[in-house]
């Protein structure tokens, strides 16, 4: 894999290297910035320069860091997530994502955004390590089956979940007595056309057809519909 990255830093090309921590922990095993930006620099490719970026340091280091990678000073970028949303650099052309299992879909697919941006043929890189959860091995298989977002974004629904609609969890399968978020879209759209119907016809739910409607209302939504309105 650094073979292929070299490649394309023979090309002048620039490559990001993404890690999921800053500095080593006690707690965990993962491969952070810090030590391999030391092994980059100094061990797999020291003639090229290379810099380090992550949230702790200051806008001015970090504003320092991207112009240099910006201006083509900076040949390997070793970094954090900073990265995922607001850096255009046309002539990066690779990314390697260390610990790639352990990063959310859309985050995954915010990361590989930032190459590609240009008109050459770019790369990314998803380097797993055991043991991989299932989920896990969804994502990075879903990663690498598609560049669609749209795809992405109903596979992460479906394996994280919405989340909770009147309260605080933002993840997980709410649980429903008659259908299944993913499987039941289709049951589920006919119910919201069904439902607006209803609301358009008979506002206040007072008709007697829809008075049990009206009770399943009152005992357990009014509170929380006053919640999110608040």
Same mark, same amino acid.
């Given at each position: 894999?650094?073979?292929?990255?070299?490649?394309?830093?023979? &090309?002048?090309?620039? !490559?990001?290297?993404?890690?999921? @921590?800053?500095?080593?922990?006690?707690?965990?095993?993962?491969?952070?910035?810090?030590?391999?930006?030391?092994?980059?620099?100094?061990e797999i490719f020291p003639q090229y320069r290379s810099a380090i970026l992550h949230g702790?340091?200051?806008? #001015? =280091? &970090?504003?320092?860091?991207?112009?240099?990678? =910006?201006?083509?000073?900076?040949?390997?970028?070793?970094?954090?997530?900073?990265?995922?949303?607001?850096?255009?650099?046309?002539?990066?052309?690779?990314?390697?994502?260390?610990?790639?299992?352990?990063?959310?879909?859309? =985050?995954?697919?915010?990361?590989?955004?930032?190459?590609?941006?240009?008109?050459?043929?770019?790369?990314?890189?998803? !380097?797993?390590?055991?043991?991989?959860?299932?989920?896990? +091995?969804?994502? @990075?298989?879903?990663?690498?089956?598609?560049?669609?977002?749209?795809?992405?974004? #109903?596979?992460? @629904?479906?394996?994280?979940?919405?989340?909770?609609?009147?309260?605080?969890?933002?993840?997980?399968?709410? !649980?429903?007595?008659?259908?299944?978020?993913? &499987?039941? =879209?289709?049951?589920?759209?006919?119910?919201? @056309?069904?439902?607006?119907?209803?609301i358009s016809s008979d506002y206040s739910l007072e008709k007697p057809e829809h008075r049990?409607?009206?009770?399943?209302?009152?005992?357990?939504?009014?509170? +929380?519909?006053?919640?999110?309105?608040?």
């Open positions: 894999m650094y073979g292929e990255l070299e490649k394309e830093l023979v &090309k002048g090309r620039q !490559v990001y290297i993404v890690c999921p @921590l800053i500095e080593e922990s006690e707690k965990s095993d993962l491969l952070d910035a810090e030590t391999l930006f030391k092994q980059i620099s100094e702790r340091m200051t806008n #001015e =280091q &970090k504003n320092e860091i991207m112009h240099g990678f =910006q201006s083509n000073e900076i040949g390997i970028l070793v970094s954090t997530t900073v990265i995922e949303v607001g850096v255009d650099v046309a002539n990066a052309t690779v990314m390697m994502i260390e610990h790639a299992e352990r990063f959310g879909l859309a =985050q995954l697919h915010q990361l590989r955004g930032r190459v590609g941006r240009g008109t050459e043929t770019s790369y990314c890189y998803l !380097v797993s390590y055991p043991p991989i959860s299932s989920i896990g +091995r969804e994502r @990075l298989n879903t990663m690498v089956s598609t560049q669609d977002g749209f795809v992405i974004a #109903e596979k992460d @629904l479906e394996l994280r979940g919405p989340g909770e609609f009147f309260g605080k969890e933002q993840s997980g399968m709410p !649980v429903f007595k008659h259908a299944n978020l993913i &499987k039941d =879209q289709e049951m589920l759209r006919l119910a919201r @056309l069904e439902a607006f119907e209803i049990l409607l009206h009770k399943k209302y009152m005992a357990e939504y009014l509170v +929380r519909e006053k919640m999110i309105s608040y």
